[in-house]
């Protein structure tokens, strides 16, 4: 696991756009997993704007989010579906036929769980997947006690997670208790993981998730044991880090960062 200290918020969203932006245009057929939620909206704006400005091209990627609510169809304006269109999809020139979301009206709920596994290994699996992370530690909706190897499955959620999202909703009573989520072990078979968090309420938990001991109860601890995970984090999400000093010189002295800093 790396750790990248990023001064604010803005930043965080900055540099991991020049890193998906880097992958993208090495690798013009990226598969990439994506996130909803409020940290993404800022680093979705910047790679919009990488689009406009840079001509980023995203026309032959092929795109996969974590997951999507039980119970909302696509054009639901609370659906994850509807979320990627508004931040991401509908002003970049994807092809909205390479993006996947699991969907969360299927009859048979865990017919569609294996379909959207099979679909990715059709793709030959996802190079990077971009992360947030739950105020408990969930990744996609990984909630606590998710198997450290579990597959794409329905999960039901957490009052914590039920009223963290409920502020997008116009009550608590209204989030949908469920969701397709990506498993744990989905997500450690992406070729990179990006996790982003901001704020003083991500402080505790990315303290957890990057130097606690490796536990079910939080699945973003289960990234600690990927080979290939960025963690990028402002430094009030960064604050309860014990060796943030050390994860500082490395992203300002290691080579392999010098094109980011
Ligand atoms: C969303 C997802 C969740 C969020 C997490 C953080 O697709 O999978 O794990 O990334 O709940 O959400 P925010 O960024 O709203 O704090």
Redesign the pocket.
Known sequence: MEVIIQPDQDAVARLASQIIAKDLRANAHLVLG????????ALYQSLVGKCKTDKLDFSLCTTF???EYVGLAAEDAHS?HS?MCKHLFKHVNIDMRNTHLPNGLATDLDAECVNYENLIKKFGGIDLQL?????AG?????EPLSALLSRTRVKALTPT?LS??AT?FDSQTEVPRRAI?MGVGTILDARKCLL????I??AEIIAKAVEGPITSMISATALQLHRKCTVVVDEAAASKLQAADYYRWIFNNEPEWEEFR
């Open positions: 994506l996130a909803t939620g409020r940290t993404m909206e989010n974590l997951d994850y979320y992360l947030g992370i739950g105020k969930h990744i996609g909706f990984n997670t963290q999202n997008l989520t982003l968090a901001t704020g309420d991500k």
